[in-house]
């Protein structure tokens, strides 16, 4: 299986401030048909998951700009710009290239 | 705007088997993948399976030989079924929308876009 390696585990972030989360595969996410398959989700509290990103970093419909994704191949970064209360929560990373399905551990985001 | 709304019994004995459905409300139901993922208390995601558009499936190797996802698309539902349950099977499930293959589209190969809002489902004597 896939391992997907996400840092760091917890984050605390002054409002207003940008924080990025690290997302590292153990295999290539690239799919023959060109596009990587690395998807970001948030949960917040008492919540079920959100898609955020999708293909490493197309935004997910309604989905602010301040959520950016970037990377390739094995290494990806989740950015959250002016972070605010309403972003606290778990991100994990997620990848859909190979079977089966596999998460990174999450990273949970707080405000200071 | 989908939306998934998921039922099942919430209490379970072990080796009892644990069922669960999921109806889809709004958009279109054939042609998507449509996936089950389970939460332990305090812990990460894990993906148990998906069932494809033509009924196929593909499950987490760990959990083949105990578990069921089929579709029933005259209710535009689809269910899970996992026998010979254990105390480790003990978790929050979701239902969840995958993509399309005729299009990949706004989720991507093998990602989720719309959730069900979880069912804790608790294996305890």
């Known amino acids: 299986d896939i391992v997907m390696t996400q840092t760091p585990v917890s984050l605390s972030v002054t409002p207003g401030q940008s924080a990025s989360i690290s997302c590292k595969s153990s295999?290539?996410?690239?799919?023959?048909?060109?596009?990587?398959?690395l998807n970001w989700y948030l949960q917040k509290p008492g919540q079920s998951p959100q898609l955020l990103i999708y293909e490493v970093s197309s935004r997910f419909s309604g989905v602010p700009d301040k959520f950016s994704g970037s990377g390739s191949g094995t290494d990806f970064t989740l950015k959250i710009s002016r972070v605010e209360a309403e972003d606290v929560g778990v991100y994990y990373c997620?990848?859909?290239?190979?079977?089966?399905?596999?998460f990174g551990q999450g990273t949970k985001v707080e405000i200071k | 705007q989908v939306q998934l709304q998921q039922w099942g019994a919430g209490l379970l004995k072990p080796s009892e088997t644990l069922s669960l459905t999921c109806a889809v409300y709004g958009g279109s139901f054939s042609g998507y993948y449509w996936g089950w993922i389970r939460q332990p208390p305090g812990k990460g995601l894990e993906w148990i399976g998906e069932?494809?558009?033509?009924?196929?499936?593909n499950y987490k190797s760990s959990l083949k030989s105990r578990v069921t996802i089929s579709l029933d698309t005259s209710k535009n539902q689809f269910s899970l079924k996992l026998t010979s349950v254990t105390a480790a099977d003990t978790a929050v499930y979701y239902c969840?929308?995958?993509?399309?293959?005729?299009?990949?589209?706004?989720?991507?190969?093998?990602?989720?876009?719309?959730w069900g809002q979880g069912t804790m489902v608790t294996v305890s004597s």
């Open positions: 295999q290539s996410l690239l799919h023959s048909d060109g596009k990587t398959y």
């Open positions: 997620m990848q859909g290239r190979h079977l089966p399905r596999t």
């Open positions: 069932v494809i558009p033509s009924g196929g499936t």
């Open positions: 969840a929308r995958g993509g399309n293959p005729a299009n990949w589209g706004s989720v991507g190969r093998g990602g989720f876009d719309f």
